[in-house]
């Protein structure tokens, strides 16, 4: 997913974006070449991935269409509800490249392991319509995902918000925005806990890893150039909520590191789950019990302040 934009990148687009970025320098040039970064970066694949077989029967899809969007925007949204009604709920945030439809897979596994799952595809993915994607584009699709979800898990103790890959980025980003907005209303963070899985500590890092390795040309300044930032390593001591890391040791496109820098700049509570054999994407069914037991721990761990609301405090105090 992710991958993709990375290789390319390094192998093509990036020496020409920086020459141009650097000889040229016009507004003109520049909103151009932030339009090839974004292309580059999401890389959108039409339709549905060649994997998926179609959802079962008990999934619900809807879209979302906020005021805050341009008329004809929206986000498509899919809602799986676990066998148990009183099941805790997660908010899926993908990464690149591929719609809802080649996230089945990972949904399916969450929701076996007994949540209920809301995913959502950014606008400009799948059934999702708007322009191309951006930072800021997708955040904000992200809280409006959060929106939704709070009305369909009204129990502050059974949320947790999920991201993979640059989604893990969109997670991060979205859990520092619910502390911060906890804390000016002197109240408690409403979730229960964050996991972020195959995910990076900048999209600089990110490039810059394999620029150094592709890129004839070392001095270039990669990381200046974009605009696009994606800075989890500089947001993550803020999240103010129990945290679940988890990386494959074998991922050839998001080296482990970034997972274990992550990990390091936050604060407890914290687990880090590195999967020995784990690439980019099989991670969750590889890891299979300790997986499963660690996002299990994750629910049970003691937040660093008391949950909203009258069942999250019961479900905080039985932890």
Not at 9 to 27: D, F, H, N, Q, S
Not at 251 to 259: G, I, N, Q, T, V
Request: hydrophobic share 45%; proline share 6%.
């Amino acid at each position: 997913m992710f991958s993709s934009f990375i290789s390319r990148l390094g192998r093509r687009w990036l020496p020409l974006l920086c020459m141009a970025a650097l000889i040229v320098g016009l507004p003109v040039g520049c909103g151009v070449l932030k339009y090839k970064e974004r292309e580059l970066l999401f890389r959108i694949e039409p339709g549905t991935a060649g994997w998926y077989h179609g959802l079962p029967q008990d999934v619900q899809e809807f879209d979302i269409k906020p005021a805050s969007f341009k008329a004809g925007q929206n986000l498509h949204a899919w809602w799986w509800p676990a066998a148990r009604r009183d099941a805790p709920s997660i908010l899926y945030l993908h990464g690149v490249r591929w719609n809802l439809t080649g996230q089945a897979f990972r949904i399916e596994q969450l929701r076996a392991m007994g949540y209920s799952v809301l995913a959502i595809d950014y606008r400009g993915f799948g059934q999702s319509t708007g322009d191309l994607p951006s930072e800021a584009s997708v955040y904000e699709d992200a809280r409006v995902a959060w929106e939704r979800f709070t009305a369909m898990q009204p129990d502050a103790s059974k949320r947790l918000i999920y991201g993979h890959s640059l989604g893990g980025a969109v997670a991060i980003d979205l859990a520092v925005d619910l502390a911060a907005q906890a804390k000016k209303d002197h109240a408690a963070v409403p979730v229960r806990g964050l996991v972020i899985e195959s995910t990076f500590t900048s999209l600089g890092d990110a490039v810059a890893q394999v620029a150094d390795s592709n890129l004839p040309v070392k001095w270039l300044p990669v990381r200046w150039l974009l605009s696009q930032k994606f800075d989890s390593i500089d947001k993550i001591a803020d999240i103010d909520m129990p945290l679940l890391v988890v990386h494959g040791l074998a991922d050839p496109f998001m080296p482990s590191r970034f997972s274990q820098q992550l990990f390091n700049a936050a604060l407890e509570p914290k687990h880090l789950l590195l999967v020995p054999g784990g690439t980019h994407n099989n991670s969750m069914s590889l890891g299979g019990t300790q997986y499963r037991q660690a996002i299990d721990s994750l629910m049970k761990s003691r937040p660093p302040a008391q949950i909203a609301g009258p069942a999250a405090v019961r479900g905080a105090q039985d932890s």
